[in-house]
């Protein structure tokens, strides 16, 4: 079998093989996985896949995997599954997953699940905030100061410390002076917001007022700051003309299960400011502001369409 699928696929098939396999899997829900299965190859090689890696578990002598497997429902237990079959596919898949090992996510200093943001104080008196589905590890060790962004999202205030400040992403080591700053990690680089302060990596500089990716060569495309970017320190999603597709690809970072559009509305243009706490209240907005329809196969699948 072909296994070589997207991180997003995997986790879309283990979200229905979790969601199959409750009490309350009704009609609709058994509709919205069809419909899921029949949209991609891609889906169905991974539904095939992780009902393989399903079994496997089951005949696996561990009194964790048992436990988990055999506990009575509840929001720990959904937890703990899907780190279990998302922990068997990336052990089965190989490359096909390498870039979405769960374990660091788990085994972080700090995380906030989906939906959710987290505020901290750190020791040396900075502000760490983590994002929707982020993690880090927090290191203050003798002369320097450590954080390492393992996945998601932080904002960083850094406090005036004798200690340098090394922030870690994916791709490099960042030096930060006392200042404001945004990390995103995304899959080959992360995108840096320097508020005030500055970042440097390799002796080059990111001054206050701008943002730029960087991967494992340094800057790339250094441009002017958008001042929306840590908007979600404040609970807000803001869009300015954004595409309706990148709208909602935003929005669905803070909700469960699978929420995009059709091709027929995914250029038209949003703007405004939204709450991130009522992402259904947004949803019922946009069919206030565009000509499109939400469509809710369940409450796991949701889909903006046009109108006719």
Not at 199 to 226: F, H, K, M, P, Y
Not at 281 to 305: C, G, K
């Given at each position: 079998?072909?296994?070589?699928?997207?991180?997003?696929?995997?986790?879309?098939?283990?979200?229905?093989?979790?969601?199959?396999?409750?009490?309350?899997?009704?009609?609709?829900?058994?509709?919205?996985?069809?419909?899921?299965?029949?949209?991609?190859?891609?889906?169905?090689?991974?539904?095939?896949?992780?009902?393989?890696?399903?079994?496997?578990?089951?005949?696996?002598?561990?009194?964790?995997?048992?436990?988990?497997?055999?506990?009575?429902?509840?929001?720990?237990?959904?937890?703990?599954?899907?780190?279990?079959?998302?922990?068997?596919?990336?052990?089965?898949?190989?490359?096909?997953?390498?870039?979405?090992?769960?374990?660091?996510?788990?085994?972080?200093?700090?995380?906030?699940?989906?939906?959710?943001?987290?505020?901290?104080?750190?020791?040396?008196?900075?502000?760490?905030?983590?994002?929707?589905?982020?993690?880090?590890?927090?290191?203050?060790?003798?002369?320097?100061?450590?954080?390492?962004?393992?996945?998601?999202?932080?904002?960083?205030?850094?406090?005036?410390?004798?200690?340098?400040?090394?922030?870690?992403?994916?791709?490099?080591?960042?030096?930060?002076?006392?200042?404001?700053?945004?990390?995103?990690?995304?899959?080959?680089?992360?995108?840096?917001?320097?508020?005030?302060?500055?970042?440097?990596?390799?002796?080059?500089?990111?001054?206050?007022?701008?943002?730029?990716?960087?991967?494992?060569?340094?800057?790339?495309?250094?441009?002017?700051?958008?001042?929306?970017?840590?908007?979600?320190?404040?609970?807000?999603?803001?869009?300015?003309?954004?595409?309706?597709?990148?709208?909602?690809?935003?929005?669905?970072?803070?909700?469960?299960?699978?929420?995009?559009?059709?091709?027929?509305?995914?250029?038209?243009?949003?703007?405004g400011s939204y709450p991130l706490d009522d992402?259904?209240?947004?949803?019922?907005?946009?069919?206030?502001?565009?000509?499109?329809?939400?469509?809710?196969?369940?409450?796991?699948?949701?889909?903006?369409?046009?109108?006719?």
């Open positions: 079998m072909n296994t070589q699928f997207s991180p997003q696929v995997a986790e879309q098939a283990v979200h229905w093989l979790i969601e199959s396999q409750g009490d309350d899997f009704d009609r609709a829900q058994q509709l919205a996985l069809e419909h899921w299965l029949q949209a991609d190859h891609e889906h169905q090689r991974a539904w095939a896949h992780i009902q393989q890696v399903n079994q496997r578990l089951r005949g696996v002598a561990s009194p964790v995997v048992h436990a988990t497997l055999q506990a009575p429902p509840s929001a720990a237990r959904r937890r703990a599954l899907k780190a279990l079959l998302l922990l068997g596919v990336a052990s089965a898949t190989g490359v096909g997953l390498q870039q979405h090992n769960p374990l660091p996510g788990l085994m972080a200093d700090y995380r906030s699940p989906v939906g959710q943001r987290r505020r901290l104080n750190l020791e040396d008196g900075s502000l760490l905030q983590l994002n929707t589905r982020s993690a880090a590890d927090v290191r203050f060790d003798g002369p320097q100061r450590v954080v390492r962004l393992l996945e998601g999202e932080l904002a960083l205030e850094v406090a005036k410390d004798a200690r340098p400040l090394l922030l870690r992403t994916g791709e490099a080591a960042l030096q930060l002076d006392s200042g404001r700053f945004n990390v995103r990690q995304y899959d080959g680089f992360s995108l840096v917001s320097v508020f005030s302060g500055v970042a440097s990596v390799s002796g080059e500089a990111l001054l206050a007022g701008q943002q730029a990716r960087l991967g494992g060569n340094g800057w790339r495309a250094v441009t002017a700051l958008d001042r929306n970017a840590g908007a979600w320190v404040d609970g807000m999603l803001v869009a300015s003309q954004m595409r309706l597709g990148d709208f909602l690809a935003e929005l669905g970072r803070y909700r469960q299960g699978q929420l995009g559009c059709s091709e027929r509305v995914a250029d038209l243009r949003i703007s992402s259904e209240r947004i949803l019922q907005m946009l069919e206030v502001a565009l000509p499109v329809r939400v469509r809710r196969f369940t409450r796991y699948w949701v889909t903006v369409d046009s109108l006719t």
